[in-house]
Structures are given as structure tokens and as C-alpha cells.
């Protein structure tokens, strides 16, 4: 834990974070919170599969607790969520930063029975961070090398990964898919 964020803020945030999860529809109600905050954003998740996304988050929003708590496993998966948010992958723009984040605070608001504006401000503490650091990411990234270190992480179904991810050409998908079995 560094000192930037402290061990109560960690707590609540922490502490909430489980209710919310104990509570049904959490992450559906987030995302349907997010997307109608902005028409761009419902665009880029016209096809999401929310199943799949709801988990996502949910280990997304795990690591981005423990985020910079010297645990080089979850920096390193916000490392790979940073450079998946970048200009040249999903393009994240910055300022939908803070729909993400109020989303996620009225989300707990309905979903956590005991929220309150000491538990909020402890979440934006906490995040603050991790959201700094993925956004700061946008204009970095996307060379073929950390397409490659992608996929070697990503395993194991590499080519609807690289389609998803990298948004790359059918050719280099292949070539990308191929040198990655044989470094396996
Ligand atoms: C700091 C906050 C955020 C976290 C922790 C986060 C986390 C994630 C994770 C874990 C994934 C799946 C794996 C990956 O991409 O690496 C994902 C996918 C995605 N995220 Fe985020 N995200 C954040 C902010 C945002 C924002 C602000 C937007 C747009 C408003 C956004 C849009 C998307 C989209 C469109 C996908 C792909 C959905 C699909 O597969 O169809 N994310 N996010």
C-alpha cells in the first residue's frame, strides 16, 4: 500500500466493491448507466458481449484496487488494459474518463446498500490512479511488438485476439497468430 491512498480509503472502497458484487445486476446496471450517458459510448459497445464484459470488469476493477500496491502481476494487466484503451485499439478518449467513473458511482449508489458520500469520495480516491494511468496511455502503444507481447499473454485463442485487439489486417493476424505458437 503506498501512501498516496490510504488503508481507510482502500477499505471502503474495497468493502463496497464486495456489496456490490453480492448485489444482482451490478455490473449491468453500470453499463447500461455508462452507455446512456453518451451516444459515442453505446457505439462502442453496440457489440459487446456483456457476459464476457461484466467479468472483465469485474477483474478489472479488482486489479485496479490493488494498482500500484506493489503487486507486479496486476501492474502488469494495467499495463495491457492501458495499451487496449489507447487511440489505436479501442480509443478510449480521455474525457470519457469521468463518465466511467460517475457511471460506476451511481451504479454503487443503487447497488450498495450502505453507500455514502465517505464511501464515493474513498472510491475516487482509490481509482484515481489507475484511471490516470490508463488514460495517460492514449497516445502510446500499438506497435506490432506489443501486439505480439499481447497475444503471447492473452492465449489461448489468438486469432479471434488478434481480430478484437489489434484490429489488424487478415496477413499480419496470421503472421501475429503464427509466430506466437512457435515462441509456445
Ligand atoms: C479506468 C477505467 C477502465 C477500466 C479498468 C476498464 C477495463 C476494461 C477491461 C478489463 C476490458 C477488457 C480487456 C481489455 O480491454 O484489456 C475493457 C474493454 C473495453 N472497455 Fe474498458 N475500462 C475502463 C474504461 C473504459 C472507458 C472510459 C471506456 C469507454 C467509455 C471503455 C470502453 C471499453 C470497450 C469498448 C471495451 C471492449 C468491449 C468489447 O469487447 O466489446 N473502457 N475495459
Given at each position: 500500500m503506498t501512501a498516496t491512498i490510504t488503508k481507510a480509503a482502500y477499505d471502503l472502497a474495497n468493502d463496497s466493491f464486495g456489496r456490490c458484487c453480492n448485489s444482482d445486476g451490478f455490473f449491468d446496471s453500470f453499463y447500461s448507466i455508462l452507455r446512456a450517458s453518451n451516444p459515442d459510448i453505446a457505439r462502442m459497445f453496440a457489440r459487446t458481449d456483456f457476459t464476457k464484459q461484466n467479468e472483465l470488469l469485474r477483474v478489472g476493477l479488482d486489479l485496479m484496487l490493488m494498482?500500484?500496491?506493489?503487486n507486479d502481476a496486476a501492474n502488469q494487466i494495467m499495463a495491457k488494459i492501458r495499451m487496449s484503451h489507447s487511440r489505436h485499439r479501442l480509443?478510449?478518449?480521455?474525457?470519457?474518463y469521468h463518465n466511467w467513473i460517475d457511471s460506476l458511482m451511481v451504479a454503487c449508489e443503487k447497488h450498495d446498500?450502505?453507500?455514502?458520500s465517505d464511501i464515493e469520495n474513498a472510491w475516487r480516491e482509490v481509482l484515481a490512479k489507475g484511471i490516470d494511468y490508463i488514460k495517460s496511455g492514449y497516445n502510446e502503444g500499438a506497435g506490432k511488438s506489443e501486439c505480439l507481447s499481447y497475444l503471447h499473454w492473452l492465449d489461448p485463442d489468438l486469432e479471434a485476439v488478434a481480430r478484437q485487439?489489434?484490429?489488424?489486417s487478415k496477413s499480419i493476424r496470421d503472421e501475429l497468430v503464427a509466430k506466437v505458437r512457435a515462441a509456445n
Amino acid at each position: 500500500m503506498t501512501a498516496t491512498i490510504t488503508k481507510a480509503a482502500y477499505d471502503l472502497a474495497n468493502d463496497s466493491f464486495g456489496r456490490c458484487c453480492n448485489s444482482d445486476g451490478f455490473f449491468d446496471s453500470f453499463y447500461s448507466i455508462l452507455r446512456a450517458s453518451n451516444p459515442d459510448i453505446a457505439r462502442m459497445f453496440a457489440r459487446t458481449d456483456f457476459t464476457k464484459q461484466n467479468e472483465l470488469l469485474r477483474v478489472g476493477l479488482d486489479l485496479m484496487l490493488m494498482y500500484d500496491h506493489d503487486n507486479d502481476a496486476a501492474n502488469q494487466i494495467m499495463a495491457k488494459i492501458r495499451m487496449s484503451h489507447s487511440r489505436h485499439r479501442l480509443d478510449v478518449k480521455p474525457e470519457f474518463y469521468h463518465n466511467w467513473i460517475d457511471s460506476l458511482m451511481v451504479a454503487c449508489e443503487k447497488h450498495d446498500a450502505n453507500f455514502t458520500s465517505d464511501i464515493e469520495n474513498a472510491w475516487r480516491e482509490v481509482l484515481a490512479k489507475g484511471i490516470d494511468y490508463i488514460k495517460s496511455g492514449y497516445n502510446e502503444g500499438a506497435g506490432k511488438s506489443e501486439c505480439l507481447s499481447y497475444l503471447h499473454w492473452l492465449d489461448p485463442d489468438l486469432e479471434a485476439v488478434a481480430r478484437q485487439w489489434c484490429g489488424l489486417s487478415k496477413s499480419i493476424r496470421d503472421e501475429l497468430v503464427a509466430k506466437v505458437r512457435a515462441a509456445n
